[in-house]
């Protein structure tokens, strides 16, 4: 089975510019979970996703939005970019066979992004 | 509010030698624990996971983890430790008895494992 994909890998973007990020999760997983991972702060909640629905939100500005389609894929945006927003982004499916929250996360690699 | 701690930033290891790597939790409920590994430009890979019953965990590549709920602990160990072991590990809480955006999976800080040759 194939892991979590993420595109692009590596992208650069200068401040104010707007970002989109993508992620396409296990093959029948239905949550989708994001990350901000930076060395100062570690690895910080963003939102999930769950059925197309934004089912949590952690404490980031509404410059941060995302969505989730149909077939589960997911994208995160971040718009006016600032200098801070340089961070490893990932993110995590996970199947959620019930409400409990015992599933574990699938990480992809990351989207590495860098704001000049 | 769920918390994780991991106290020690780096712990060094000779090879062959028993290796652990420390968590402390808080939660209001009962906790959900795990473990995870991150390699250097890659993403987490799950290592195991307490979620009831038995107490000592056993996960991926060896390792185990032993959840200790008087002392709030989920310490993550291996018998033998490999020079491959050598990573950033972060453990992860999730209190069953919280709602809504406190459902959501804290990470501590991270411990970064060095595996002397």
């Known amino acids: 089975k194939a892991g979590v994909t993420q595109t692009p890998r590596y992208l650069i973007k200068t401040r104010g510019q707007q970002v989109t990020l993508s992620c396409s999760p296990i093959s029948g997983h239905r949550s989708v979970s994001w990350y901000q991972q930076t060395p100062g702060q570690g690895l910080q909640f963003l939102f999930e996703?769950?059925?197309?629905?934004?089912?949590n939100k952690g404490n980031f500005p509404g410059r941060f939005s995302g969505r989730q389609f149909s077939n589960s894929r997911s994208e995160m945006n971040v718009s006016t970019l600032e200098l801070g927003d340089s961070a490893l982004y990932l993110c995590?499916?996970?199947?959620?066979?019930?409400?409990?929250?015992?599933?574990?996360?699938?990480f992809g690699p990351g989207t590495r992004l860098t704001v000049l | 509010a769920q918390s994780v701690a991991q106290p020690e930033d780096q712990v060094n290891v000779a090879e062959g030698n028993p290796l652990t790597v420390k968590c402390t939790y808080s939660?209001?409920?009962?906790?959900?624990l795990f473990w995870y590994v991150q390699y250097p430009n890659r993403g987490l890979q799950f290592l195991l996971k307490?979620?009831?019953?038995?107490?000592l965990v056993k996960g991926s590549y060896g390792f185990e983890a032993e959840f200790n709920k008087s002392q709030t602990s989920f310490h993550l160990k291996k018998p033998s430790a490999l020079v491959s072991d050598s990573a950033l590990y972060f453990c992860a809480v999730r209190d069953t008895f919280s709602s809504g955006s406190a459902r959501q999976l804290t990470f501590g800080s991270g411990t970064q494992l060095t595996v002397l040759p």
């Open positions: 996703y769950f059925s197309e629905t934004q089912r």
């Open positions: 307490y979620i009831t019953g038995d107490n």
């Open positions: 939660v209001s409920g009962n906790p959900y």
């Open positions: 995590a499916s996970s199947l959620v066979l019930s409400a409990g929250g015992e599933d574990e996360q699938f």
